[in-house]
């Protein structure tokens, strides 16, 4: 008997009927004798309809009354499933965030998890019952409800996950592994069986949506086993496991998958000093405005100036201009340009360590079909490059075909 938590998200309980399905896997799991925890996410579409519904009322609503108000997308479907769960003959019980407790940090609709108070549920499960826990949410030192951000299921689950010391915590979704890349775009992506939690980690931060990004580093950190399967009946199997070692093949390929991020924007301060702290002076407000900043390129000087240009998501990008105005007048830059019509798109690969020339063959492989790169960034396992948006489909697909990726060239 082993300790299974197991995450569905907003598809696989987007009606009554996935419900029903979800409570039917369930019961297999305890009729093989595991202890099962479940963790959910509202119902398909639901968060963004409160959402909206806050911005019918208040144009700016208040972080606090905005999460009270969001989470309860999932307080409506832990009950929906422990019905459903009854109705089968599954004793189960369910529990929101406030109730387990997890317990977060104060920052309202982004909160972190500090600590997860697992004696009630402990106790639930040794009385045999399926415990089913809101996914997203949690409380703060002052019993305000607290939300974790877009995807925080996930996380929650983990959480959940490491503090039990389940077996293995399984990720439910309406895709049945983790991909080479979308296979709406290269329908020869292949599905992978194991994938290292670096590579998961690159993937997800660089436009993969499968996974959270926090809920990778979680599992990473707590090294909790981290599976990624289908919901859906019929398409049921192993999907691909997350591990902390790289896989020891011999024919492991170089490259593991291709990412990418359409909603990227660019911007570049022209004419700017070429002098210590520049950067600092133009990304610190940035970064108090609460945006993310990722790829950064700062050009060679001439005479006494230089060019700074940076990316941000595209929906960033107005709020982004407005920050850099006030920049512009206090660093004396002569321009500001942005250019939102863009994207990323990476390669991802534990296998880049020991093998030299990936940058080479995906700069050439570009270079062919007449792409142009204008950023470059690298670590140790990816190279990530930002290029027009008209181009990002032809980019991952030929990518994906220069590196053995596609089905047909790993048999």
């Given amino acids: 008997m082993a300790l299974i938590v197991q995450k569905y998200g907003g598809t696989s309980v987007g009606s009554p009927e996935r419900i029903r399905s979800v409570a039917r ?11 099962v925890i479940i963790v959910v996410s509202a119902m398909s579409g639901e968060t ?29 479907t832990i009950g929906l499933l422990c019905m459903a769960l009854e109705d089968i003959g599954v004793p189960a019980k369910s529990y929101t965030g406030g109730q387990v407790k997890i317990l977060t940090d ?9 600590d997860i108070q697992d004696a ?53 979704t309406d895709v049945d592994g983790v991909y080479t890349t979308d296979p709406r775009i290269v329908p020869e992506a292949r599905k992978l069986d194991t994938i290292t939690f670096e590579e998961m980690l690159e993937m997800a931060s660089l436009g993969s949506k ?18 990624v399967l289908s919901s859906f009946e019929g398409r049921e199997g192993e999907g691909t496991l997350i591990t902390v070692e790289e896989d020891k093949n011999m024919e492991q390929p170089v490259i593991s998958g291709i990412a990418f991020a359409r909603d990227e924007a660019k911007l570049t301060v022209v004419g700017v000093p070429d002098k210590p702290g520049i950067a600092y002076q133009i990304l610190g407000p940035v970064a108090d405005a609460n945006i993310d900043v990722d790829m950064i390129i700062q050009n060679v000087g ?22 850099l105005e006030t920049v512009k007048e206090h660093i004396g830059a002569r321009s500001i340009e942005a250019d939102k019509a863009m994207c990323k798109v990476s390669v991802v690969g534990v296998g880049m360590r020991s093998h030299p020339g990936v940058a080479s063959k995906m700069f050439r492989t570009l270079a062919e079909e007449g792409i142009n790169i204008q950023m470059i960034s690298t670590s140790e396992i990816k190279i990530s490059v930002v290029v027009e948006e008209k181009y990002l489909e ?16 790993a048999k």
Avoid at 25 to 35: I, L, M, T
Avoid at 106 to 114: D, N, P
Avoid at 302 to 323: H, I, Q, Y
């Fill in 210 to 227: 499968v996974l959270q990004i926090r809920s990778v580093e979680f599992a990473g950190k707590y090294k909790v086993k981290l599976r």
């Fill in 48 to 76: 963004n309809r409160l959402i909206a519904l806050t911005k019918e009322v208040a144009a700016n609503p208040s972080p606090r009354e905005l999460d009270v108000v969001v989470s309860t997308g999932e307080q409506v």
């Fill in 302 to 323: 001439r005479d006494g100036m230089t060019d700074f240009s940076f990316t941000v998501a595209r929906g960033d990008l107005d709020k982004t201009l407005k920050v």
């Fill in 106 to 114: 104060s920052m309202h609709t982004k909160a972190r998890i500090l």
């Fill in 120 to 172: 009630p549920i402990r106790s639930d499960l040794s009385e045999g019952k399926v415990i089913v826990v809101a996914g997203f949410q949690g409380v703060d030192e002052f019993g305000n409800i607290t939300t974790l951000g877009r995807g925080g299921s996930d996380t929650t689950a983990v959480a959940i996950a490491a503090a039990l010391n389940a077996e293995e915590c399984q990720i439910y």
């Fill in 25 to 35: 896997r369930v019961a297999k799991f305890r009729e093989q004798g595991h202890e």
């Fill in 394 to 409: 032809l980019a991952v697909r030929v990518l994906h075909k220069a590196f053995g990726l596609d089905a047909d060239d």
